[in-house]
């Protein structure tokens, strides 16, 4: 299947990332190589790109997608959480520049083999790298029904959490859950008829939930932040583009931390601890898709942009 994913905000991020040619930069989100195009197409021969993903096919598509780019290219089956170690290993101690596009890519989602959507009937996997051990179909049918109900209500802040437990737990005991069309059915007769009519697909939330249980991906997020602010060299920018609530609130916090990291007591009346911030916020509001974007690509809408420079 061919990769295909349309990069949101791509303009927006080329632009904050302000490159410069000679530049080292770090795409933590490969997917198919949208933004990471956009980063090599404005370095010379003198730069470098480094380009993480989990997924195999996710590296081999944007390899083949960035070769006409002159620049060196570092392409690396890793998780971003690990940047340090993978820059390490490189012998690349700080960057100029680095984003990372939290969503899940369009070919992982229109390829029905990977279990990621609930609009189509597929085995339940949800791992974004296929080698990892643990998939959808251990959480659905492995974790207690609390456990169920504390991931669907946290990570998918689904109002309907309890019952959808509820209901997991009791197919379940007839037979193992096995297919994305069998959970969505599920799902459906968990959530009263009323309910279904408004809003997103019934089955949206609570997908969302597993997946990032099955990732890891606030843990893994939570970790990144603070490591890619760290590696960033002076002047350097981090462009971190987030599609829920979840994520966006990760990010805000991590950013604001690290512009305002004094840790005095609030009636002190002046900071004795001494911290001072070493970056400076880019964007005051987060940068969200323009009206045409929407228009083209409607997946884009809850997308946010975050920029932060190092100083």
Known sequence: MEFKHVSVLFSETIENLGIREDGIYV??????????????EKLSQKGVFIGIDRDRDALAAAGKRLEPYP??????????????????ELGIPKIDGAVLDLGVS???????????????????????????????????????????????????????????GQFIVRERKKAPIQTTGQLVEVIKAAI????????????????????????????????????????????GRLCIITFHSLEDRIVKECYQRRLDPCTCPKELPVCVCGKVSDVRKVTGKPIVPSDEELEVNPRSRSAKLRVIEKK
């Open 106 to 164: 369009s070919f992982q989602l229109d390829n029905p083999e990977r279990g990621f959507s609930y609009m189509q009937d597929a085995p339940l996997d949800m791992r974004m790298n296929a080698s990892d051990s643990f998939s959808a179909y251990d959480v659905v049918n492995g974790y207690r029904e609390e456990d169920l109900v504390r991931i669907i209500r946290n990570y998918g802040e689904e109002r309907w959490a309890s019952r959808i």
């Open 192 to 235: 009263p008829a009323g309910a279904r009519r408004d809003g997103p697909h019934p089955a949206k939330r609570t997908f969302q939930a597993i997946r990032i249980e099955v990732n890891e991906e606030l843990a893994q997020l939570e970790k990144a932040v603070d490591r890619f602010i760290d590696l960033l060299a002076p002047g």
């Open 27 to 40: 795409d933590g989100t490969l997917g198919g190589g949208g933004h990471a195009s956009g980063v090599c």
């Open 71 to 88: 620049c060196t290219k570092h392409l690396v089956q890793s998780t971003f959480a690990d940047v340090g170690d993978v820059l390490q």
